[in-house]
Antibody, heavy 119, light 112 residues
Framework: QVLLQESGPGLVKPSETLSLTCSVS????????WSWIRQPPGKGLEWIGYISSSGNTRYNPSLKSRVTISVDTSKNQFSLNLNSVTAADTAVYFC?????????????WGQGTLVTVSS | DIVMTQSPDSLAVSLGERASINCRSS????????????LAWYQQKARQPPKLLIY???TRESGVPDRFSGSGSGTDFTLTISSLQAEDVAVYYCQQYFTTPTFGQGTKLEIK
């Protein structure tokens, strides 16, 4: 059973950069695309972007100017950087595996990590 | 962006009864190239991540009980649970993947 685990600071100051990492428990990182999705407390879901194992990316246009997703196959990890954060970026951030046949669907999710933006 | 609107916002159904959740997209998500509707349904239980239930509007993900079914085409879709079980209490989201993914606001399903 493949597990995904998000890690990173739970508190980020306004205007700073939010940085999270997702660890993939087995060696399957190279076989799939991977995504970040977020959910503000008590609200709905927002797709952030995806990355392939070779580093090809696609981002949500609404966040594109502030987002970078990267991958480190040697560590079985991929990462999210979101800069110039505001309170509106407070959310549970999920990493997820993209299904094999469609790049905008996800069949395996991490438990999520809450990131609060506050001074 | 394609706006996804679910109805109702919340729903209470008795155990063993049918539950239906509707989802409408602001434009058609039916592809003319492959005749597929780019619509998925997710289930999110309390303090858990979402779980993929259905994709292509009506295809059940592996391991999903057959009491869950999806229907609809174009802009109007429905998730039906034929006989509600206690473990089905959750928030259900529809999602379009025709363009940049967007989700409905969610429908909270409870036991009456």
């Amino acid at each position: 059973q493949v597990l995904l685990q998000e890690s990173g600071p739970g508190l980020v100051k306004p205007s700073e950069t939010l940085s999270l990492t997702c660890s993939v428990s087995d060696g399957s990182l190279s076989s799939y695309f991977w995504s970040w999705i977020r959910q503000p407390p008590g609200k709905g879901l927002e797709w952030i972007g995806y990355i392939s194992s070779s580093g090809n990316t696609r981002y949500n246009p609404s966040l594109k100017s502030r987002v970078t997703i990267s991958v480190d196959t040697s560590k079985n990890q991929f990462s999210l950087n979101l800069n110039s954060v505001t309170a509106a970026d407070t959310a549970v951030y999920f990493c997820a595996r993209v299904v094999g046949f469609q790049l905008l669907l996800w069949d395996l999710w991490g438990q999520g990590t809450l990131v609060t933006v506050s001074s | 962006d394609i706006v996804m609107t679910q109805s109702p916002d919340s729903l209470a159904v008795s155990l063993g009864e049918r539950a239906s959740i509707n989802c409408r997209s602001s434009q058609s998500i039916l592809s003319s190239s492959n005749s597929q509707n780019y619509l998925a349904w997710y289930q999110q239980k309390a303090r858990q991540p979402p779980k993929l239930l259905i994709y292509w509007a009506s295809t059940r993900e592996s391991g999903v009980p057959d009491r869950f079914s999806g229907s609809g085409s174009g802009t109007d879709f429905t998730l039906t649970i034929s006989s509600l079980q206690a473990e089905d209490v959750a928030v259900y989201y529809c999602q379009q993947y025709f363009t940049t993914p967007t989700f409905g606001q969610g429908t909270k399903l409870e036991i009456k």
